[in-house]
């Protein structure tokens, strides 16, 4: 399912212009990184594709539907939004009925919500916590809970906005697992993050927005090899990135296995 975004501009009731004539397409299946220093205006841009927010100007489609013509409630069986802060999302007495919460909206039947249930928790490991509060849950597996329910909703679409933030090193590589599996079944996710490591890792196309705009779009390697224009939004390259500037290597290197084929060649 097509994401189109086109001259896209917002504005907040308060004056400020959070986006300033956003313009891109994402394909069925993509897995996107996007970055850019605080107040860029991710966030504003990313609550456009699911309707928490509407285009002051220009307009905003998902496969066939004007986000201006749908609500959230309809918009939430094509588009899955990870919020930054799991305390936003929860509010169920335990994990199954939270995770079960999404499906059961979207007025799937008894034996799918079973299933997606089932299926969102075991890729997000938390098959033997179902009867648990989530609120007695550690933050790390509160997070994997607010991930199990939007994952459950089997929406095409899903968006993280910074998953890692405040994550252990063990849930960075299960939430690096969980997008893993959805790329692995032709999802197309959207992920705002500030770590750089991560996004090199996980996302084949990165975009990076400076002051409401998009300051470069293209794949990985591309975007993340600009150093200057990147430090003007105040993102830093991965380190092997650097290293393998400094080195000269002739590519753009992101990952261990291109910088030791690269330090080989
Ligand atoms: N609810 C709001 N009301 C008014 N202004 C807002 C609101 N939310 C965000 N802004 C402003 O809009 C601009 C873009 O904010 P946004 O949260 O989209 O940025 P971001 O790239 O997600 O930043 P961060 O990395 O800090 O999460 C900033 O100037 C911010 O202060
Ligand atoms: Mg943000």
């Known amino acids: 399912m097509n994401i189109t975004i086109s001259n896209l501009h917002f504005t907040y009731p308060n004056g400020v212009q959070a986006l300033r004539g956003i313009s891109l397409t994402i394909e069925p299946g993509e897995q996107v990184g996007i ?16 309707g928490l927010l509407q285009p002051t100007s220009g307009m905003v489609t998902i496969g066939d539907w004007d986000t201006r013509k749908y609500s959230v409630a309809k918009l939430a069986s094509r588009v ?10 929860l ?3 335990d994990v199954k009925t939270e ?5 059961r909206n979207l007025g799937y039947s008894s034996e799918q919500i079973q299933s997606q249930v089932n299926e969102a928790l075991a890729m997000t490991e938390l098959s033997d916590k179902t009867e648990t509060n989530p609120y007695d849950l550690s933050p790390t597996w ?3 809970v607010a991930i199990a329910s939007v994952i459950a909703m089997d929406t095409p679409i899903v968006i993280f906005d910074e998953p890692t933030t405040g994550q252990d090193a063990a849930n960075i590589a299960r939430i690096a697992n969980v997008i ?6 032709g999802r197309t996710v959207i ?5 750089i490591d991560f996004c090199a890792e996980n996302f084949e196309r990165v975009i990076a927005m400076s002051q409401g705009r998009i300051l470069l779009d293209g794949s990985a390697n591309e975007v993340l090899g600009q150093e200057d224009i990147l430090a ?15 080195l000269r290597f002739k590519k753009t290197v992101r990952t261990e296995e291109e910088f030791l084929a690269a330090l080989r060649g």
């Not at 893993?180 to 079944?185: C, F, G, H």
């Not at 992920?191 to 770590?195: E, V």
């Not at 003007?232 to 400094?246: E, F």
């Open 91 to 93: 509010f169920s007495r």
């Open 142 to 144: 509160r997070k994997m």
């Open 80 to 89: 899955g939004y990870v919020f930054q802060n799991p305390d936003e999302q």
């Open 232 to 246: 003007t939004t105040y993102v830093d390259p991965p380190q092997l990135t650097r290293l393998g500037k400094r």
């Open 99 to 103: 995770v079960a919460f999404g499906p």
């Open 191 to 195: 992920t705002i993050t500030h770590d």
């Open 180 to 185: 893993k599996t959805l790329r692995e079944r």
């Open 35 to 50: 970055v850019g220093q605080n107040g860029a205006g991710k966030t504003t841009l990313v609550r456009h594709f699911n």
